[in-house]
């Protein structure tokens, strides 16, 4: 039963001390302090002084020039609707200079960056007053540090749009007010900068919003001469131009992901994925081009003079090189594509899917796959590794005919190698996604490369020579041909050979899988994800590996030789706490949504998916579904798969897993209190994601998760958009 929520509950005044999530220019959360009771009083800023400025005073301001005359021109630009981050601060920075550029691009202008005569027309900065400018007069640019009546009507409508407002209006622009501005433009799909421009105070309603007329038509200037200047130095968020998209286009070649590709738009997006280049190559992490990223991305640089053709190669010797071994972060093709497909097919996850650009999600996929395969995790494809994923070998010739393969044991079965079609393939390929294992194409009857790649990953977890044709052995695990004779071994629920009573199986998660995993990580064999309790294919490749070490029969499974050697001792697996107590009182996300039964579905690194996938729009609220408190934090960071999640947890113990956070909700952190339909944190991309979506799982008495599909189906509100705010915290104590 879902609680009543009534909108803006304003918290008693001693819970308004808030810690308050700001993002830092590397793009981390921090916490910062934010002092909603005292109405953002202490952090206003003093108004400007009135002064007349004429427009000849303008021409010439460039990067660099401070004053009034550089705070009229941030006005002006911002109530054309052009971002400028930071505000009308009155210092001409690479974001102004940035914005310069924007609005001149859009006007037709030559984009030199700085104002010229007709720039200064097209702002409509024929003569002005510091005082009186249109941004000072309407509400279009009122940023954090203004106060008034102006700021008052803003809060007012935010609230009548059902946006929480910390504190009311109170008609002071604090951070509190900045955070419900950003909200709104979020929730309506407006340009993200918790600055009131003309779009956001249109949409608002707001009875100061200014109508621009369009200038008269500026006089075209006299042919510019070429600026000596490189012209992506200085480019900032909240820049638009085709720069951008040429900076977006050599940071997405270079192998950093850009969320949103190259659109032309210098977003939050853009921002980070600078900020990770920079990070990487030991550049100056600001999250604006200068002149060292600028010549690292080779952005401004004189092109080259053509290269001379090429003489004709000649014919390709037979033992040319393999062309898949080399291949790294920032190649890009059909060769590629072949590696993400290999990868896929193994039942990697590649993020992207086969879209022939390796970059750090196809280098995070190569290096599970190394790793589950003992092979050099080394993030390029080297010749260990193209072998394994069968690439570059020649491509077999078309089977001919011919007698099938001669086996003594007469299984028709053994000897199913690349170019096999029939019946028999089909029963191959089934038999193994039977056991989890992606075949990419399906079971449509023909052994290709796709088919290849499944069966060496399968020997390769059983303790099979990788040789990519069906043997004896595998044949046996896998129950085709025979009649399970008494002396072939057992057959496990996902295809693996059965283990002696007593010791964990694949496919299992308990706290005696985790006991095991922790002897084989004290043994220096890596278990790639960790001791997380879970039996999935990391686990049986590292068992694989303590075995060959040892000189112990390798069969990827506990057999009691094994445990022996491990000195793990046989015991009963750890009955799952019941969900029979489990009840939900809110569904967690604001819609509209939509989400599936993913449950255990394959993903990178053997892992299996436990939790539940809802698909929403960045920035929509996240509720506590049951009265608890926050017991743990996490944070995004390079490398992490969670990236912003936390956890509520009630007092038995079962807590409930959001990841993939954006950012939380204002007092929201460890030993906060919460009530079901308290908003907790909002829907992001962070961690390993590809999409804007929760992930949400249920661990019942604290121990491991059971799928939440059925309870999150049968209070399924996806259709409910509106945002229902409750604030209950308690502070944390």
């Known amino acids: 039963m879902t609680k009543p929520v009534t909108p803006n509950i304003q918290m008693p005044r001693s819970h308004r001390v808030r810690r308050a999530l700001v993002r830092s220019a590397c793009g981390a959360l921090v916490v910062g302090v ?67 550029i924007d609005f001149q691009g859009r006007e037709g202008i030559a984009q030199s960056g700085e104002v010229d005569e007709a720039t200064a027309a097209a702002l409509g900065l024929t003569r002005i007053d510091a005082g009186d400018s249109p941004a000072s007069t309407a509400v ?32 002071v622009f604090g951070s509190s007010t900045k955070t419900a501005v950003s909200n709104y433009q979020r929730w309506n799909g407006l340009p993200v900068s918790g600055i009131v421009d003309a779009a956001t105070a249109a949409r608002l309603g707001l009875s100061g919003a200014a109508t621009t007329t369009p200038p008269a038509a500026p006089t075209p200037p006299a042919a510019p001469t070429p600026p000596a200047a490189n012209p992506y130095v200085g480019l900032a968020q909240g820049a638009r131009s085709s720069l951008v998209k040429d900076l977006q286009s050599a940071l997405m070649a270079a192998g950093v992901n850009v969320r949103g590709g190259a659109d032309g738009v210098f977003g939050a997006a853009t921002k980070s994925a600078l900020v990770s280049y920079q990070q990487a190559n ?78 750090n999600a196809t280098k995070g996929a190569l290096l599970s796959y190394q790793q589950g395969n003992g092979l050099a995790a080394s993030g390029e494809v080297d010749d260990a590794t193209a072998a394994q994923l069968a690439l570059g070998s020649a491509p077999a010739a078309p089977a001919a005919p011919a007698a099938p393969p001669a086996v003594v044991s007469g299984n028709p079965y053994i000897g199913l190698a690349v170019g096999a079609k029939g019946d028999r393939v089909k029963d191959l390929q089934s038999a193994l996604m039977d056991t989890g294992l992606v075949v990419r ?43 399970t004779p ?43 994800g960790g001791a997380d309790g879970s039996f999935g294919n990391a686990t049986a490749s590292a068992i694989t590996k303590f075995q060959e ?74 509720y506590a579904v049951v ?35 954006s950012g939380f909700a204002p007092g929201i952190e460890v030993g906060t209190k919460v009530q079901a339909g308290d908003v907790i944190g909002f829907v992001g991309n962070t961690g390993s994601s590809s999409t804007a979506h929760l992930h949400f799982e249920i661990h019942p008495g604290g121990g491991a998760a059971v799928n939440p599909y059925p309870y999150i189906k049968a209070i399924d509100d996806c259709g409910n958009t509106t945002p229902q705010y409750q604030s209950s915290f308690a502070p944390a104590v």
């Not at 007012?156 to 946006?163: E, T």
């Not at 001792?569 to 969900?579: G, K």
């Not at 509209?592 to 960045?618: K, M, S």
């Not at 743990?632 to 079962?654: E, F, I, M």
Request: net charge neutral; proline share 7%; with cysteine.
């Open 282 to 359: 030991g550049l100056g992490v600001t999250g604006v081009v200068f002149e060292a990223t600028a010549a690292k991305l080779g952005l401004g640089a004189a092109p080259a003079a053509p290269a001379p053709p090429a003489p004709p190669a000649a014919a390709e010797s037979p033992t040319a090189a393999n062309p898949y071994v080399g291949l790294k972060v920032g190649a890009r093709g059909p060769l590629v594509k072949d590696v993400q497909a290999a990868l896929i097919a193994s039942g990697i996850n590649v993020r992207g899917g086969a879209d022939g650009v390796f970059g």
């Open 34 to 100: 934010g002092w909603s009771a005292m109405g953002d009083a202490a952090h206003a800023l003093p108004s400007p002084t009135r002064s007349p400025i004429l427009a000849q005073s303008l021409v010439g301001l460039r990067q660099g020039a401070a004053g009034v005359e550089v705070k009229a021109v941030q006005n002006a630009l911002l109530a054309a609707g052009v971002p400028v981050p930071g505000g009308a601060d009155g210092k001409f920075g690479p974001a102004t200079r940035s914005a310069v």
């Open 140 to 171: 279009n640019g009122l940023q954090q540090g203004a106060s008034g009546d102006a700021v008052k009507e803003l809060q007012q409508k935010l609230s009548a749009a059902g946006v929480y407002v910390p504190g009311g209006a109170d008609g």
């Open 627 to 661: 009265d608890g408190t926050i017991s743990k934090q996490y944070w995004d960071q390079p490398g992490a798969l969670s990236g912003n999640g936390l956890r509520v947890a009630q007092d038995d113990g079962t807590y409930f897993t959001y990841l993939h956070m």
């Open 486 to 528: 008494a002396s072939a071994p057992s057959s496990g629920p996902n295809g693996f050979a059965g283990t002696p009573e007593g010791f964990p199986v694949k496919g299992e998660t308990s706290e005696r899988v985790r006991v095991m995993q922790q002897i084989l990580i004290d043994s220096k064999i890596n278990v790639f």
């Open 441 to 483: 194409g399906g079971a449509d009857g023909i052994f290709g490369n796709a088919t290849k790649s499944s069966l060496l990953a399968f020997q390769g977890m059983n303790g099979i020579a990788r040789t990519g044709v069906l043997t004896e052995q595998g044949a046996q695990i896998l129950n085709l041909g025979v009649s």
């Open 549 to 622: 070490t040892h000189g112990l029969t390798v069969t990827g499974t506990i057999t009691q030789e094994t445990a022996e050697k491990m000195g793990l001792d046989a015991s009963s697996a750890t009955p799952p706490p019941s969900s029979s107590n489990v009840v939900m009182e809110r569904f967690p996300i604001q819609g509209q949504c939509y989400f599936g039964n993913t449950w255990h579905a394959p993903r990178g690194g053997g892992r299996l998916h436990v939790g539940v996938d809802i698909i929403a729009a960045e920035g929509k609220l996240l």
